[in-house]
């Protein structure tokens, strides 16, 4: 990996490498009885987000470890942040809810592209020719993938363009708002004399925005599913149901509210883990350290689960597309020169 052999960046490596398996293959379990509600799942982790995270920051706060300093930095990023993560949620549950599970983890590799053009956008940070070249291998994986349904009714049959697209689409917006809080990580250093801002801070201030902007947002994004403003209390009532498991749904919500608990506890988890890695190096080699979870996640998704019996087919175009991506992504981890490690 790109990144510092230090134990402390070891075991986090090995802390997100292990809760992005189990929060791949949660996402598509939790997603099983509340199919017909993404964005009631989405409006459920975001709130819950907030009220954890400010607790957690609050009890930090108290305890020395988050400064007023820290609490003063400019909101604006964090703003930005949450706005963009709340599109990103909203439209990967919506993609998420139509595509078969192994699908999610490929098309979701679109984040290091995005990554990596926002990093030189937002950042200026400049690639060699190597890392380049990763990149557009795993752009080729992603496209190999989405092809091997195009034909033959394997993965993708039957599931419309739009789905695909806007999972890539999500992870554009997650991309960017992985840069901007790298960017807090950088600038905030600045302004505190040389000392990061705490990852509470950063996650309890972005969930925050989230949240808001999910709850402005949601009559619009509600039309991406065709639900009508004037039907919109409706769902969100169903969804209600549908997650506590009562009522007399005409869905069958088998598995609720145990699945979808538990992916919102373990997605909490990986984006705690996941940010620390950020802090301790940069947004992209945490993203890098979180596909090595890929090829796992992959396989699992592939097979018969609890709730999804029913497992789906690998065509040889998707295994080579999700070969050709990993290539790409060892290609790009592949130890630096002194040089090029001037130029990221």
Known sequence: MPMSSSPAVVVASAAV???????????????????????????????????????????????????????????????????????????????????????????????????????????????????????LLVTSGVILAVASGANDGHLLSGVKLIWPLLMVISSAFQAGASILKESVFVDGAKRLKGKRPDIFVVNSFGSGFQALFVFLLLPLLSNLRGIKL?????????????????????????????????????NMAFNISLLNLVKMSSAVVASLTATSAVPISIYILSL?????????????????????????????????????????
């Not at 007399?248 to 506890?265: H, N, Q, T």
Request: hydrophobic fraction near 50%.
């Open 230 to 266: 004037a039907e919109l209390s409706g769902h969100l009532n169903g969804g209600a149901e549908c997650f506590l498991n009562v009522g007399e749904s005409p869905i069958d919500c088998g598995g609720a509210p145990f699945l979808p608990l538990l992916f919102i506890f373990i």
């Open 17 to 135: 490498v292990a809760l992005a398996v189990a929060n791949r293959v949660l996402y598509k379990l939790a997603l099983v009885p509340l199919k017909s509600y993404p964005f009631f799942l989405a409006q459920l982790t975001t709130f819950g987000y907030v009220g954890v995270y400010f607790s957690i920051l609050y009890v930090r706060y108290r305890a020395g470890v988050v400064t007023r300093d820290m609490l003063a930095l400019p909101k604006i990023r964090f703003a930005v942040i949450g706005l963009l993560e709340a599109l990103g949620v909203a439209a990967g549950m919506s993609a998420g809810a139509m595509l078969p599970g192994p699908a999610i983890p490929i098309l979701s590799q679109s984040f290091l592209v995005w990554q990596l053009i926002f990093s030189v956008l937002l950042l200026g940070k400049t690639y060699s020719l190597r890392q380049i070249i990763g990149c």
């Open 304 to 344: 018969p689960l609890p709730y999804i019996p029913q497992g789906a087919e690998l065509s040889a175009s998707f295994i080579l597309g999700g070969m050709v991506l990993l290539t790409g992504l060892i290609l790009y981890n592949l130890p630096q020169s002194s040089k090029e490690s001037k130029t990221d």
